[in-house]
């Protein structure tokens, strides 16, 4: 099996920041796509950041400048460093992988997400 867990939600006033981890881990050949995403209530999941399969970045326009995605492939973790936050920002995080397991299938695999609460 794969699990992917993340950490680092929390409570933050407006202007602050917060890391996120998403660590992998199971029976895993090889992690191809990573990204985050989040869920405002009321909201469709949109995607925050992400890296593609060629590692390079990507990031919604609404984060660009104040979230930075980076990731550790020895230790199958990704973060996500977010500044300057805002009450907009407020939802559930979820970490998302493409991962190859030992058998060769390949699979698309969500944690349980993190909140995150922007507030004063």
């Given at each position: 099996?794969?699990?992917?867990v993340e950490s680092g939600g929390?409570?933050?006033q407006p202007?602050?920041?917060?890391?996120?981890s998403c660590a992998a881990s199971g029976s895993i050949f090889s992690i191809y796509a990573m990204g985050w995403y989040r869920q405002a209530p009321g909201k469709q999941r949109e995607l925050v950041a992400g890296f593609t399969s060629g590692g390079s970045t990507n990031?919604?326009?609404s984060?660009?400048?104040r979230f930075t995605i980076s990731r550790e492939n020895a230790k199958n973790t990704m973060?996500?460093?977010m500044?300057?936050?805002?009450p907009e920002d407020t939802a559930v995080y979820y970490c998302n992988a493409h991962i190859q397991r030992p058998t060769g299938t390949v699979?698309?695999?969500?944690?349980q997400g993190t909140q995150v609460t922007v507030s004063s």
């Open positions: 099996q794969v699990q992917l929390g409570l933050v202007g602050g920041s917060l890391r996120l990031y919604a326009d984060v660009k400048g973060y996500l460093q500044n300057s936050l805002k699979g698309d695999y969500w944690g």
